[in-house]
């Protein structure tokens, strides 16, 4: 299984390396006014609301990364320096397309990479240069959160909070 990660890790941090390394818009010292620039700017803009709005770019994040989920293996599988190294070069990938993950710190490795796996199946928008995406795993209802007691903010007290700052 050692290699089998370390391929997919390569391949992982290659799409990475292209990702950022592919031709980018214009830039703006390739306008002649600052008209020119605004105009350029406001297409893109309107460009990427009518792939957003159209639901043309709607593809699964493993479909937009060029990944099966088949290539991922189950975390039961893989030893826990394994499952670092995979959830390290896995968010590289996804902060080379502008995608943050909202986890909270401290999780380990072997709770995160199957969340981060669950959430590639979702519809996934690539913000190309336009901002950062950040997807959270919690939707604040301590019943269905994914993280164990202690690591999330939706399982605090509020009742026992006071918000004096003391």
Request: net charge negative.
């Given at each position: ?14 799409a990475a ?45 493993y ?6 989920p088949?290539?991922f ?21 996804w ?11 401290g999780v ?16 996934y ?12 795993f ?20 509020l009742?026992n ?6």
């Open positions: 299984m050692q290699r089998y990660v370390e391929q997919l890790c390569g391949d992982l941090l290659a390396q292209r990702r950022r390394e592919r031709p980018r818009p214009l830039a703006d010292e390739y306008f002649v006014t600052e008209e020119e620039r605004q105009r350029a700017e406001l297409i893109r803009h309107f460009s990427d609301v009518e792939r957003y709005t159209s639901g043309e770019s709607n593809r699964s994040m479909d937009t990364l060029g990944f099966e088949e290539a293996p189950p975390a039961e599988r893989l030893t826990d320096h394994q499952l670092e190294t995979l959830v390290r070069d896995l968010l590289d990938l902060a080379a397309y502008r995608t943050l993950a909202d986890a909270p710190q380990s490795a072997r709770l995160l990479y199957p969340q981060l796996l669950k959430r590639m199946h979702d519809d928008f690539d913000p190309g240069d336009g901002g950062y995406l950040h997807l959270e919690c939707e604040y209802e301590p019943a269905r959160c994914p993280w164990p007691e202690g690591l999330c903010s939706c399982r605090i007290d009742g909070f006071s918000g004096s700052g003391e």
